[in-house]
């Protein structure tokens, strides 16, 4: 009986078309310009179907919700606090109109200026808050995981206590402990800004902690260990830049639930007070007496506005985190190798 020798891995094999695809992919994406190379254009050049359009639908609501909040001035055809103009009082419980595009509230306020203004209050907090969590939990979670010994197991059992405490009520706890329950605008953005912050740091801590305690075990750290390289440079170079592959999905996450706290806030009666700054929770509480009565503009549009802003955030936490999997991209080239083959 006689045996054939296998065939060199050529043109033929999926296996050697999968790898020359990668690495024509990786030498492409060198040699591109550098604004190419962006988080979110390089992830949008990179999906298809029906991905790209949940990055796109992200993306857009995500640019909506940021230009309201910077041009809101221009935009917001009165102030939030603004029941009059030329000495009229506006009416109360209008429906839409040429006037008020999107009605007006019990207490008189223009519905379309308060859904305006208040993505303004949306983006501080969350802006404040995911983003002094996000700083604090890698740094904490990489000198945790790295150094190891009794600081891990003291940092490690109070990320867990404070993950066990309920996000609504540290917010509420921690409204009343600064503001007194109301507040003004910087003040209430504070108040929910820490709380959230609080809340935040141990999902950023267990996931940088994980991925290095994983990681220092790797081959090229240890390699670094021999040559010399200094523990400051191991962490900032090696393991950080490893471990944070997960965190745009988290960040989002984090993004959006804080946009619900303050919303919840707000809705409670824990908020900001209305004549200080326009808030979406706030403006859905006055409205629950409306509903009852067929008055539908005045809560509508203020729990719309918090739907979208939730939506796009996290459509575009979800895209991304598809993308920089590389099992999923794997799976896109080895579609189009085999396509390749087979025609």
Known sequence: MT???????????????????????????????????????????????????????????????LLSALLAPLLAPYGFAQTSEDGVRFGTQEPPSAAHLLGTTVTGFDVLSRVIWGTRTAVAVMACAVTASLFLGVALGLLSGYVGGWLDRVLVMVADAVYAFPALLLAIVMSITISGGQSGAWSGILAAAISITVVFIPQYFRVIRAEVVRLKAEPFVEAAKVVGTGHRRIMGTHLLRNATRTLPLIFTLNASESILTLAALGFLGFGIEPTSAAEWGYDLNRAMADATSGIWWTGMFPGLAIALAVLGVTLVGESINDLNDPRLRTRRRRRGARKKVAA
Request: aromatic letters at 4%.
């Open 3 to 65: 045996l054939s020798n296998p065939e060199p891995p050529g043109e033929d094999d999926p296996g050697a078309t999968d790898l020359a695809a990668e690495a024509g992919d990786a030498s492409v994406a060198r040699r591109r310009p550098w604004y190419l190379r962006l988080p979110i254009i390089s992830h949008l050049r990179g999906s298809v179907g029906l991905q790209r359009g949940m990055l796109i639908t992200g993306v857009v609501l995500v640019v909506v919700l």
